[in-house]
């Protein structure tokens, strides 16, 4: 199931005053589903904190503290754990482990990380979602006993179906990564 996921992020700050550069810099640990705004903005009062107190013995401190509090600093920021979703490439972003968390999606990661290969939006992956299956033959002959099109009861030649034509046929209104299926929308 997808969760809410915690990151590891490496924030910086830095600001030039009076020909100085005075930078810090820290990890923080982010879960998604908060606000990644109000995050770095929390983590960049942080870093002010931390340089003011590396600058607390300096002479004129109080000066230069209120010249650090009140600085127009540039922030930066790198994920360097991505934890739970380090495997899957496509959601190592921080807007679709937030819209993952916003949508409330009930599906793991491997389903996601699918879904988003096959061009399905996150909000579409309920309807969409077919189901895991070892192959496109697999899929086809599950769908037809599904929809009712092959009788229980049936016996030899009609068990005789071409299930790799007949899954190239149906492929056209579905799309398949990594064995999870989904209908086109």
């Not at 934890?83 to 491997?110: K, P, T």
């Amino acid at each position: 199931m997808a969760t809410t996921t915690n990151l590891e992020i490496d924030v910086r700050i830095e600001t030039t005053l009076n020909g100085a550069v005075y930078s810090s810099d820290n990890r923080f640990a982010y879960e998604t589903g908060n606000d990644f705004e109000d995050f770095l903005e929390e983590s960049k009062q942080e870093l002010i904190e931390q340089l003011c107190s590396f600058y607390e013995e300096e002479e004129n401190f109080s000066e230069l503290e209120e010249e650090l509090q009140n600085a127009d600093y540039e922030v930066t920021w790198e994920v360097k754990d991505w934890c739970d979703v380090s495997d899957y490439e496509n959601l190592q972003d921080i807007d679709i482990l937030n819209e993952i968390e916003s949508e409330g999606i009930d599906y793991d990661f491997d389903v996601i990380s699918a879904a988003l290969d096959c061009d399905i939006s996150i909000d579409d992956i309920e309807e969409a979602y077919q189901g895991e299956y070892k192959d496109d033959e697999d899929f086809a002959w599950e769908f037809a006993h599904e929809i009712g099109a092959i009788e229980k009861n049936i016996s030899w030649p009609y068990t005789c179906i071409d299930w790799e034509h007949a899954a190239s046929e149906i492929m056209y209104d579905y799309c398949e990564s990594n064995g999870h299926y989904f209908r086109n929308l």
